[in-house]
């Protein structure tokens, strides 16, 4: 079945980028996600990419997509605390079967002040 | 817009004891999900709802029962509860089904259920 992989944990510096990065396996994937959780709290959408994008911005955030690779990474610019929080990426296909949405493990972002 | 609401938001059970979580949307959305989050794996889903009227299972669905009341409401039930059943259940709906330009999930902020 398809698979969705990220890393568990990274670690920056208040004012830095952030880059968080994701593989997915399915070559048909149609849209891939970007998820925040905050302690305690659902799951909230930062943002998505079709897949004939290879790039989407969106004030702080930008995502970049690689289908050749299947490589799907999210930066965040300036990252500050409240960044702080687990990130999930998460691929959708037409034909999804009995897995609407694919999610990754989720990458937990630690800020440092 | 209150948007997807869970209800209860903590719960305790003794195995073997059953109990249904409730999940109730106000975006007149018509897909609706249910998935568990443990540590370390992320989220699955248990069973999905893509229509008023229909029910699918996801890839967890064993010891779980849902039922599509109406568009608005999608509810989880657990007849017997086990141990393994111990894990936060996050409720989420979506306009359209996956795949679509309008199928991004917006999620209920979580029951969190132990089973002793």
């Known amino acids: 079945g398809e698979d969705v992989e990220q890393s568990l944990f990274l670690s920056v510096r208040e004012g830095d980028s952030s880059v968080i990065n994701c593989t997915y396996t399915?070559?048909?994937?149609?849209?891939l996600y970007w998820y925040k959780q905050e302690p305690g709290a659902g799951l909230q959408l930062l943002t998505y990419i079709f897949s004939n994008m290879d790039m989407k911005q969106d004030q702080r955030l930008t995502v970049l997509l690689n289908k050749k690779d299947k490589h799907l990474s999210l930066r965040i610019a300036d990252t500050q605390t409240g960044d702080s929080a687990i990130y999930f990426c998460?691929?959708?296909?037409?034909?999804?079967?009995?897995?609407?949405?694919?999610f990754g493990k989720g990458t937990r972002l630690s800020v440092i002040a | 817009n209150a948007g997807v609401t869970q209800t209860p938001k903590f719960q305790v059970l003794k195995t073997g004891q059953s109990m249904t979580l409730q999940c109730a949307q106000d975006m007149n959305h018509n897909s609706m999900y249910w998935y568990r989050q443990d540590p370390g794996m992320g989220l699955r889903l248990i069973y999905y709802s893509a229509s008023e009227g229909t029910t699918d299972k996801g890839e967890v669905p064993n010891g779980y029962n849902v039922s599509r009341l109406n568009k608005r409401e999608f509810s989880l039930r657990l007849e017997s509860a086990a141990p393994s059943q111990t894990s936060v259940y996050f409720c989420?709906?979506?306009?359209?089904?996956?795949?679509?330009?309008?199928?991004?999930?917006?999620f209920g902020p979580g029951t969190r259920l132990t089973v002793l």
């Open positions: 998460a691929e959708t296909t037409l034909n999804s079967g009995n897995t609407p949405l694919v």
């Open positions: 399915d070559s048909s994937s149609t849209y």
């Open positions: 989420a709906s979506s306009l359209l089904g996956p795949g679509t330009s309008l199928g991004e999930q917006f």
